[in-house]
Every structure is written in structure tokens, then in C-alpha cells.
């Protein structure tokens, strides 16, 4: 039976502020001396008295000021700081490891506080000049300015950091340098998302240096992506480099016309729920035939009125990658981009990827991994963790098993594949997509794994090997204690939150001792996967063997 290692870890629960104080333990020695008050420092700039006997700790109060560095990266990619002497611990945005910067505390959070980054003294270790216009203000790629080899090293220590102190893996262990394996960095680090979606706005945000630019009427409408921490705040994208080159075409001819007044188009407005255009989805597939890029451009609108589409269709569909015009319906008041009505308006109503030797129909709402280069570089590892005999008398059950991506691309080596997800649209792309693949020993079954009975598992046999694949929450504790139950000889943790993760991972290999629940499975290894670069994302794969 699995046993807690004796590394004196307590047991914690996922939170960001208790994830960010285990995740960072550098000496405060090496930081007290880069936050003594520089000479051009400004008369209202703070320096952090050292502790006195009555005080131990410094607490911070909202609006001061100071001056510090940034010692590491931690959640959603903030800055961790630690004020000199007394290490209490001050997160920050958009400021990156080696960092000398002047701050403004903006709220404190129980042991920790939050800083706004006022302007850089000297710049951060390892600094590279963003090639993006927008990287400084838009919240798709906040590292863009750190050299990639910095980066995926700050997320594999990331990963290090929260597999021992959440999942109390003991680093001091022999056997763990075996299992934390170094992360896959991403050949691609620019134009590998083949999905984006835009959003249209009445009020185009603008930064402070920009303001006395601002305009009225329709040519301060907005279309791009949201402002970081606002719902209702737009920047204007005119180009993004994470989509294809195709897809910012189609951005650049939108762009250049929607806002034309013969067209009678207008943005939507989330306060007063006013206007028609809502979203522009771009995704990417490519044909089975001539693998050439294919283009699917989906509007979401407030109403159905495909007449004011016309124009905008007529101009996208000279585009040769365009196959798919849609156009989705959404009636209510949120923003979402999935409507209630799909309409095609141009073409067909889906595209095509191929992954694994598998061919994928995909939807204008279908979940796909959005990397498609390294979704071959993930399955793969996945496949490879599994360790299948390929003599198809092997039983696999794919939990949160999506559009069946994951199982179809083991399907040919086993008896019999199982798959389960809360979707129903999902389910119904799995299916098609195994019809289409001539699979017929796979079974897709829609269901909450978060509110499963003592009878789950009582309609497929037991099977040799699980995937896990579970959304940012990570695995319910009923799902959890099913595992437990079941004893499969193999798990396959799938992860893109590596907080969740470590806890889960904890959970099945040492068990929760106030549940009573013993642990039943060992770790075998831990692969950090970086899908997303230039973001704080970070994918693992993780091999649970029984342990015996």
C-alpha cells in the first residue's frame, strides 16, 4: 500500500493563495540587498523597514508604494516578490524573474498582496523584445518578452514545485528525479493555434498613452480580444500572431469593412444588450486530400439576420482557405459564443483535422485540442504511458473523453474503448467521428463524472487501463474514490492545470487520511507539456502504476 513520504508536508487545499506561498521558497538574503531604495529612487517610493521584536512580518498597506524584484513566475504567470527581510509575499502582473520594477500594493489577500507595476527600473533576466504590437497590453501571451528557454524552464519548475509541496511527492526520494521527467517544449512557438475567438464591442479600449486618440461614433468600435480581468472592456486586434496566417486574413478583411455604415452593423453591448455582432470565431483544419489549411469563420450574432451578413460573406468567402461561413444564434443576454440555432451560410458545416492517423470533423462549438502540431506530441506520450500490448484484449476507459480524440487514437490497438463525457454535442462528434473512421469498437456515453452513482461502472467490464482528462477543477473526490476502488493496473492523468493535478495525484497515491481513504496507486512518472507558448499554460501527463 502507498504511504505519505515523510517530507513533513501538511495536507492543503487548492487554493491560488496557498498554492503561491508553497510554490516559492528562495532565501531572503539574496533579495534584501536589491530592495534598498536605489538614488533615483522618487521621494513617495518605500523601503521595507527590517522586522522589529513587536513586528515579525511586514503587512502592507493598500496604495504604497515600493520598490522590489521579481524572484520567480507562479500562477497565471504573476510575478512572486518578496518584501526584504521579512519574505512576505507580494504577487504582481506582467513582471517577469530578475525584474526590478517600483509597485503599488492594490489589496491584500490574507498572507499575501497584490501589486500593480507602476514602471521598470531594470529590465528582467533573459529579455527578449516581443515581436507582437499588442503584447503589452492584451492577455493572450503575457511572456512573450522572455526567451522561450526561460520560459518552459519557469514552467517545469512550476511543476516541480507544486508536485512536492501539493502532492507531497518528497524530492528528496531517489526514485523522483526518475519521475519528474524535463518538460516537452513546443517547436512551433508562433501561429499553432488553429482556434481564436474575437470579440466585437461599442467602445474601443485604448491605453493611457493612446487616450486623447479616443473617437466616437462607429469608428470607436471594437473588435479583438478582452482586456485582462474585463468583461466589457475590447483591445483592437488588427493581427494575431498565435492564429494561421489565413486566419488573420480573414481578421484583416473584417476589419477593414464591418464598421462601414452601409452595412448596417453593429457591435453588441453587454450593458445595454443593444446591437448584433457579438463574436468572430476563426478555426483551422486541414483537407484529408491536399492537407492545404481549410477555414471555418463563424459569426455570433443576438439575432438571425444572415441578410447583414451578405456583405461581410461575400468578401470572406474570396478567400481560398474559407470552406465554412456559420453562423450561430445567441438570444441571451451573456456573452458566450455558443448559440442556440448553428446556421451554415457558406460551404460546409464543418472542417477536418487529422491527428494520430484519426480524421476529426470539427464544429464550430467542437472542443479540439487548439494545438494541433503538439496535440500529436501529447497523444503520443499519452499512448506511450499507456504501454498497450496491441493485441486488442485490452480494455480502456476514456474518461472526459471530449469528442473522442484521445480514445479513437488507441482504438486500433484494443478490444474495446469507453468513453464519457458531460457534453452531449461532444458525445455526438465522438460518435460521428468514429462512424466516419470505420471504429466500431468504441462506445461514447454522456455523463456527469462529477455526479456519478454506486452503479457507475456496472456497464462496461473492468477495464486494464484508465485515462483521465479532466477540465481545470480536476477529478471529483467520488471519481476519485471509484478509481481507488476499481484498481485498474494503469492510470493516465491528462492535465492542463498542474495544481489540480498534483492534488489529485496525491489523493490517489497517498490517499486522503481524514476520509479514511487509502492510496492504491505509485507515480511513475510526470511529463510537463508546454501546448501554449508564450502563455502561463501548462499541460502534464502522468503514469499511475498499482502499486503492488
Not at 518578452?145 to 508536485?163: C, F, G, P, R, W
Not at 526514485?175 to 516537452?184: G, K, L, Y
Not at 450561430?328 to 487529422?354: A, D, H, R, W
Not at 454522456?446 to 461502472?457: E, M, R, T, V, W
Request: charged share 20%; proline share 5%.
Amino acid at each position: 500500500m502507498a504511504t505519505i513520504p515523510s517530507c513533513g508536508f501538511r495536507r492543503i487545499n487548492i487554493t491560488t493563495r496557498q498554492w503561491v506561498l508553497k510554490l516559492n521558497k528562495p532565501s531572503f538574503s539574496s533579495i534584501s540587498a536589491s530592495l534598498e531604495t536605489s538614488e533615483e529612487s522618487q521621494p513617495s517610493i518605500t523601503t521595507t523597514p527590517p522586522p522589529t521584536k513587536k513586528s515579525q512580518s511586514f503587512f502592507p498597506k493598500k496604495g504604497q508604494t515600493l520598490e522590489l524584484v521579481c524572484e520567480s513566475l507562479a500562477f497565471k504567470a504573476k510575478g512572486v516578490c518578496k518584501v526584504a527581510e521579512t519574505g512576505f509575499v507580494l504577487m504582481c502582473d506582467r513582471v517577469l524573474p530578475g525584474e526590478r520594477f517600483i509597485g503599488r500594493i492594490t489589496r491584500k489577500k490574507g498572507n499575501f498582496a497584490e501589486v500593480q507595476k507602476i514602471k521598470t527600473i531594470t529590465p528582467h533576466w533573459d529579455c527578449v523584445t516581443a515581436p507582437c504590437e499588442y503584447a503589452s497590453y492584451c492577455g493572450g501571451c503575457k511572456t512573450q518578452n522572455l526567451l522561450y528557454e526561460a520560459q518552459v524552464k519557469a514552467k517545469e519548475q512550476q511543476v516541480h514545485e507544486l508536485i512536492t509541496h501539493v502532492g507531497k511527492f518528497c524530492d528528496k526520494d531517489p526514485e523522483f528525479s526518475a519521475t519528474m521527467m524535463p518538460i516537452v517544449p513546443c517547436d512551433i512557438q508562433f501561429h499553432y493555434r488553429n482556434k481564436m475567438e474575437f470579440s466585437f464591442a461599442a467602445q474601443n479600449w485604448l491605453p493611457k498613452e493612446e487616450l486623447d486618440a479616443k473617437r466616437d461614433g462607429v469608428s470607436s468600435y471594437a473588435l479583438g480580444l478582452h482586456v485582462p480581468g474585463f468583461f466589457d472592456k475590447v483591445l483592437t486586434i488588427e493581427k494575431c500572431l498565435l492564429q494561421s496566417e489565413p486566419a488573420n486574413r480573414v481578421l484583416a478583411v473584417v476589419q477593414d469593412c464591418w464598421r462601414e455604415q452601409e452595412f448596417g452593423l453593429s457591435p453588441y453591448d453587454v450593458h445595454t444588450h443593444a446591437g448584433f455582432l457579438k463574436h468572430l470565431m476563426l478555426r483551422s483544419g486541414s483537407d484529408v486530400r491536399t492537407g492545404l489549411t481549410e477555414l471555418m469563420v463563424n459569426f455570433v450574432t443576438s439575432s438571425y439576420n444572415p441578410e447583414l451578413l451578405e456583405p461581410l460573406i461575400e468578401k470572406i468567402s474570396a478567400i481560398p482557405e474559407v470552406v465554412s461561413i456559420v453562423n450561430n444564434v445567441n438570444t441571451s443576454v451573456g456573452n458566450t459564443s455558443i448559440g442556440e440555432m448553428e446556421y451554415t451560410l457558406y460551404g460546409k458545416p464543418t472542417i477536418t483535422e487529422t491527428l494520430r492517423g484519426i480524421t476529426f470533423q470539427i464544429s464550430a462549438n467542437s472542443f479540439f485540442q487548439t494545438n494541433t502540431h503538439q496535440a500529436e506530441v501529447l497523444y503520443k506520450l499519452v499512448e506511450e504511458s499507456a504501454g498497450l500490448k496491441g493485441d486488442g484484449s485490452e480494455i480502456v476507459l476514456d474518461l472526459f473523453c471530449g469528442t473522442g480524440t484521445i480514445g479513437l487514437t488507441l482504438a486500433k490497438k484494443v478490444k474495446h474503448v469507453y468513453g464519457y463525457e458531460v457534453v452531449p454535442q461532444a458525445i455526438s462528434d465522438a460518435r460521428r467521428n468514429a462512424e466516419q473512421n470505420g471504429i466500431h469498437n468504441a462506445t461514447f456515453v454522456q455523463g456527469d463524472l462529477n455526479k456519478i452513482s454506486d452503479s457507475f461502472g456496472a456497464e462496461f467490464p473492468k477495464p486494464d487501463v484508465v485515462i483521465s482528462d479532466p477540465n481545470r477543477p480536476g477529478m471529483h473526490m467520488k471519481l476519485i474514490q471509484y478509481l481507488l476502488k476499481l484498481r485498474a493496473k494503469r492510470i493516465i492523468y491528462v492535465s492542463c492545470n498542474p495544481a489540480t493535478c498534483a492534488r489529485d495525484l496525491d489523493y490517489l497515491c497517498h490517499g486522503v487520511v481524514e476520509k479514511n481513504i487509502k492510496g492504491c496507486y505509485k507515480l511513475r512518472s510526470l511529463q510537463p507539456v508546454d501546448m501554449f507558448p508564450h502563455t502561463p499554460h501548462i499541460e502534464c501527463v502522468a503514469l499511475l502504476e498499482l502499486d503492488s
